[in-house]
Every structure is written in structure tokens, then in C-alpha cells.
């Protein structure tokens, strides 16, 4: 059950609407279902003093103003308070009775006509759907003074969790305040009206968000968001330092004909200027991040960049699993960043899942839980780095790094989802899941081309050596990844890498080994994918199967089959934290 609180100052204007067709002739038999005394003239139902609704509709409003009309000036300029109530898609149709009932819960529980309260303002419940109620007060009690209506939203929200669970409805995830503001109805009538597929609103908080993605300065954030086309306005001080922003979309206009301007913190509580300063700041931090030893230059651009986010990422899942808030607040900053940039960068056949992931994991990178100023310039370089690496194209090495980094991500986003779940933040956690979600599809447009080569490449084996490496598989896999994992009947892409591997120098059963004990695989879909793109990363094989570029010369071969104390140091800096060579890892299986 999801209310939604406005205010105005038109009683009569939003009775004429609330009454009427519906803006798409979607209101249907409009009636009160409620009201503050149990009498309130009923437009839609009334018809024994007069038959005409318009009448009763100004009878009506001039009873619900009766007391804002007798406080005069010391009535509120909005006095109209306004709250729809709706139930969630697939519960039961609730009768008049039970909406009279919510209505009267959501007044007392906002302080807008407390049970028992004689003086509370005047209020009716509207039905004109079967699936919400609109509620409408005049903000005078009867005292002539107004009503304390603190925090009204989060308590008719938590009435909601209330009458979801008596009533039997669908529970919606408990909120708690750090949520972006949602468009207005009005917003979204607008863009229906303008033909645009989601409101200026949401459209201008995207292209923010894209904008700060991996930007080293404030300068550099400001031109990436008027090179995106988003006009932006600078509020400074007298001293003519900049003390905020606005920002608008060329082409929207308000009924004055002006631009509507938006604030940065309005469009997300963590998009204010100084909130983005901080974040900027927190970047430029020496970075304690693993430094990453293999030679990449041999590939393209956006494939280097992409190689490089996977060792940052997988980094950052570590961190995700230990027990510092305040670290791991500042990473789940970082990895939205990460995701921007992939999504902007992608290639057209994954673009589409990688946005709305983006845009789903946006709401997990906010909590009550403080970020530390903790080093994040790992992860802002990295999507700096994709950012300025420019577009993937999809296919040949720049696919199947995208797969490798999508792979990746998708745990990242389930480390978040725990993270989240562990500290009873509902909204986040499910905004986490609905993100890997997102990224599982982008990964299998991504991972088709490569893993359908690597598959042919397994089966083409010789015999021998194929029954080889399944042996390998066996022995040093968990039994619970072996069968979980569906590994059992589709190892020819493991083999495949295997056999590249050795091909390559590597020892097989360490370089496994060393992959297995990266981090658990319990949460991949696919584990025998995960082990896939993990071995080729640490081996530094291509991602792309088919790729013939030379495979880059890196100290990675001599950490597969280390044999003296030198190597075993290589061996040490060429993995990120929470691999083998790592003290303080989490154990790969819980």
C-alpha cells in the first residue's frame, strides 16, 4: 500500500478533477467512501437535495473551507492537504468499508483528525478506482489553529506497513527516508503529454549521476553534464564561490514560458553540491586499493579499461563482506559509479539491462549508515578509466571483457544485497537483487558470443586431455559447486580455459585453485562461468576465445606456480585482497 502526500491551494480545483473523467477517462463512479463527520454532501451519490452534482460539488467545497475561511489570514497559503492510497498490484479489492477504515487510520496516524479529537480537521476519502482512495483535508482544526503535520509522509507510511499486514495486502519494503523524491503526478502527466518515456525529473537525476561517474574535479562535472545537453545554472555567493546548482532540460518549460530548474539535492539526497564535493574529495584519497601487475596494453582501450574494474571490483565484494559500515557505505558509493560508466560505455546489445541496473543499484548506495571518508579512488578511477576509454563494440576482446566485468558486478551486487539484508535495510537490499537481476541478462547477452566459442573449443579436445582436466575439476572443486553450480554437465568451457592456460605456461590445478579461493561462489548462477572468467582474468588469456591478439607478457604466470619467495611476492601484488595469498579472506564457503 503506497501513499503519496501533496499539498495545494485549490479545494475546489482538485474536487473537480478528483470527480471527473480522469485525465484518460479512467474515474469511475466517483463517491465518498469517507468523511470527517460521516455527512459530507457525496456529488457522486447525492441526488435528494439536488440533482445536480455541480451544486453538491460547491457545497461540498465550501464545507470543507468552512474553517479556513473563518482563520482568515492565519490560515496556511496550502491549505489543501491531499494523499492517495493505493494497494500494490495483485492484492485483493478492498470494499468502501475497509477504505473508510484506511482513511481514518492514515488522518489520525498524521495528525490530521486524531480519533476522539472533536476539533480535527475536516477530511473526505474520494473512490473513483477500485485500487486507491484519494484523501482530502483542509488544514484548520477546529480550534481556528493548524495541525502539527511533522513528518506526515513517513506516518502515513508506516500506517501503510500497519494495514498491509491486519489487512492481509501485500507488504511493501519499510522506508527510511533516503529514498530520491518521486515525480508528481503532474510531472508525470507532462511527460505523457510531451511524448517523453519518463519525466524531466528522473531523466535530469540520471544524467547527474552519469556525469559525476569517475570526474576528478567539480569543473570537469559540470562540462560532462552540459556535454550530455542538460542546461545547468550555478548559484554562487557573494565571494563568487558556486554554493549549488540547478539543472534543466532544454525544451521544458514551465506555463510562463521559463525553464524548470531543478536543485541537485532535489533530484537525490546525495546530488547537492556538497555531497558531490565530498564524494570528489574522498576520490583523491591515496588509494590503498591492489595494485594491478598485468601488462594490458596490448588491447583496446575500452577492454584494458574493462580488465582493469574487474580486479577493483572483485576488491570491493571483499570489503562488502567484512564488518565496517562505514567502509562499506563508501564502497557501495563507489560501485554505483562503476555501474554508470559501464552502462553509459556499453554496447548496444547489453546497454539496455546495464542502465536499468544502474539505475536499480542507485537506490542501494543509500543508507542511515554513514560513508567514512574511506578511500574510494580505486573504484572512481575505474569508471573514469571506462569513461574515458569510450564505447565498447561488442564483440571480439571489448565483449568478452564485458562479460568478465558484468560476471563480476552481478556478485558485487549481491555482496550489497547481504550487506543491506544483515542491517534491516529493506529497500536497498531489494534495490540490490532487482540490479543483479539486470546485470544476469546484460551478462548472457554479453557472455553468448565468447562462451559459444569456448564450448566448441572444449569439445574439439582430444580425448585424453579433455578427460585430463575434468579429473582436475573434480578434485579440487567443492562437491557442492560440482552439482549447485551445474558444472557436472557443461565443463567444456572450463576445460577449454584449461587447456589455454597450460598452453600458455600456467600450472592447471593452481591456477583452479587459486580462482576457487577468490571468494565463494554459493550466490552465481552459474559457477562455472564465474570460474571461467576468473581463470582467464588471472591467467590473462583473452576474454574473447576467438581473439587473436598476442596474449600481454605479465608476472601472473610465475603467481600461478610460484617457486621461490620472489615469486611467491609477485604471486602476492598480481591478486587482489581476498584471494589465496590474502590473511584476512573470508572463507570461500560459509
Not at 579499461?305 to 577493483?312: C, L, M
Not at 539484508?421 to 565468447?450: D, E, K, N, V, W
Request: charged share 30%; with cysteine; net charge positive.
Amino acid at each position: 500500500m503506497v501513499p503519496d502526500i501533496g499539498r495545494g491551494s485549490r479545494t475546489h480545483g482538485l474536487l473537480v478533477y478528483l470527480y471527473g473523467p480522469g485525465r484518460r477517462e479512467e474515474h469511475t463512479d466517483a463517491h465518498l467512501v469517507g468523511s470527517w463527520d460521516g455527512f459530507a454532501p457525496d456529488p457522486g451519490r447525492d441526488t435528494g437535495l439536488d440533482p445536480d452534482p455541480k451544486v453538491t460539488l460547491a457545497r461540498l467545497t465550501a464545507a470543507l473551507d468552512l474553517r479556513v475561511k473563518q482563520a482568515g489570514d492565519r490560515a496556511p497559503a496550502k491549505h489543501v492537504w491531499h494523499c492517495s492510497v493505493r494497494t500494490a498490484p495483485g492484492d485483493r479489492r478492498l470494499d468502501d468499508e475497509e477504505w473508510n477504515a484506511v482513511a481514518q487510520r492514515i488522518v489520525h496516524a498524521t495528525g490530521i483528525a486524531p480519533a476522539g479529537d472533536s476539533d480535527g480537521c475536516r477530511w473526505i476519502a474520494v473512490r473513483h478506482a477500485e485500487d486507491h482512495i484519494h484523501i482530502v483535508a483542509t488544514l484548520v482544526r477546529g480550534d481556528l489553529r493548524n495541525p502539527r503535520l511533522n513528518y506526515d509522509f513517513n506516518k502515513a507510511q508506516a500506517e501503510c506497513r500497519r494495514i498491509e499486514k491486519e489487512m492481509g495486502l501485500r507488504r511493501l519494503n519499510t522506508g527510511d527516508g533516503t529514498a530520491a523524491k518521486n515525480p508528481s503526478s503532474a510531472e508525470k502527466f507532462k511527460a505523457e503529454r510531451t511524448g517523453r518515456p519518463e519525466t524531466s525529473r528522473e531523466t535530469l537525476r540520471e544524467a547527474v549521476r552519469r556525469a559525476v561517474s569517475g570526474a576528478e574535479s567539480e569543473e570537469e562535472f559540470f562540462t560532462r553534464l552540459r556535454e550530455a545537453g542538460v542546461r545547468v545554472k550555478l548559484r554562487h555567493a557573494p565571494s563568487g564561490d558556486a554554493l549549488g546548482y540547478n539543472v534543466a532540460l532544454p525544451g521544458d518549460r514551465n506555463r510562463d514560458g521559463d525553464p524548470v530548474w531543478y536543485p541537485g539535492s532535489k533530484l537525490a539526497p546525495d546530488l547537492s553540491l556538497p555531497k558531490i564535493r565530498l564524494r570528489l574529495t574522498d576520490g583523491a584519497a591515496e588509494s590503498t586499493a591492489p595494485a594491478v601487475a598485468a601488462d594490458w596494453t596490448n588491447w583496446s582501450p575500452p577492454a584494458r579499461q574493462r580488465r582493469n574494474a574487474v580486479v577493483i571490483a572483485e576488491h570491493s565484494a571483499t570489503l562488502l563482506e567484512r564488518d565496517e559500515d562505514g567502509e562499506a557505505a563508501a564502497q557501495l558509493v563507489g560501485v554505483g559509479e562503476l555501474l554508470d560508466a559501464v552502462a553509459q560505455t556499453s554496447p548496444a546489445t547489453t546497454r539496455t539491462e546495464l542502465a536499468a541496473a544502474a539505475r536499480a543499484f542507485e537506490r542501494a548506495t543509500r543508507s542511515h549508515v554513514r560513508a567514512e571518508r574511506a578511500d574510494t579512488r580505486a573504484l572512481r578511477s575505474a569508471a573514469r578509466g571506462i569513461v574515458k576509454g569510450g564505447g565498447a563494440l561488442g564483440r571480439g576482446e571489448d565483449g568478452g571483457t564485458t562479460a568478465m566485468l558484468v560476471s563480476t558486478l552481478v556478485l558485487v551486487t549481491l555482496a550489497a544485497a547481504r550487506w543491506h539484508s544483515a542491517r534491516g535495510h529493506a529497500q536497498q537490499a531489494h534495490a540490490s537483487r532487482q540490479a543483479a537481476a539486470h546485470l544476469r541478462t546484460a551478462y548472457r547477452q554479453a557472455a553468448a558470443t565468447p562462451m559459444r566459442v569456448l564450448h566448441d573449443q572444449g569439445r574439439a579436445l582430444p580425448e585424453v586431455q579433455r578427460r585430463t582436466h575434468e579429473a582436475t575439476l573434480r578434485a579440487i572443486l567443492p562437491e557442492e559447486v560440482v552439482w549447485a553450480g551445474g558444472i557436472e554437465t557443461r565443463t567444456d568451457a572450463l576445460v577449454a580455459t584449461l587447456a589455454q592456460a597450460e598452453r600458455a605456461g600456467h600450472d592447471s590445478e593452481t591456477l583452479l585453485r587459486q580462482a576457487v579461493d577468490m571468494r565463494e561462489l554459493d550466490s552465481a548462477d552459474d559457477a562455472g562461468d564465474v570460474l571461467v572468467w576468473r581463470l582467464r582474468r588471472i591467467a590473462q588469456l583473452p576474454a574473447h576465445p576467438g581473439d587473436g591478439a598476442r596474449r600481454p607478457q605479465a608476472a601472473t604466470r610465475q603467481a600461478t606456480a610460484p617457486s621461490s619467495r620472489t615469486s611467491e611476492r609477485n604471486a602476492t601484488a598480481a591478486v587482489p585482497l581476498g584471494t589465496a595469498q590474502d590473511p584476512n579472506r573470508r572463507s570461500p564457503r560459509r
